[in-house]
């Protein structure tokens, strides 16, 4: 799948689009997602125009993969949420219910989450 410049997460990225920050650096924006499901919810992107895991992971930089994977684990750290424990979730494609077209890592925390997935 070829990237979207106009998917959501592009546009805030430009500033096109307002969210509520918690981390940034170089190759990396996390923030707050719009409609947590979770008492900590937060959604952390790279910075780069990848779709998914797919392509990050086959073509983005040494660095870039460094850096997304440190944050999230920093941004855990800093949420509060590693004592307890968390969750980290990427949805990629049709099959694992992609809603935005831009990677995105999942940060959920603060309450207990429950089994991996539905039984069926
Ligand atoms: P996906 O289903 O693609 O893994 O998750 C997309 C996530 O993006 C959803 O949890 C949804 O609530 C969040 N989201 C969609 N639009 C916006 C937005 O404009 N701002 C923020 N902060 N989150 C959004």
Redesign the pocket.
Known sequence: MSYDDNN??A??LRGE?P??KVFEDDHVLA???????APV?V?VIPKGAYVSMNDFTATASEAEIAALFRAVGKIAAELGVAEDGWRM???IGGN??????HL?I?IFGGRKLGHMLPQH
């Open positions: 959501i997460f546009r805030i689009i969210c509520k923030f707050h997602d719009i409609n947590p499901l919810h959604l979730l990427a949805n694992g219910h992609q809603e935005v077209p995105h999942h």
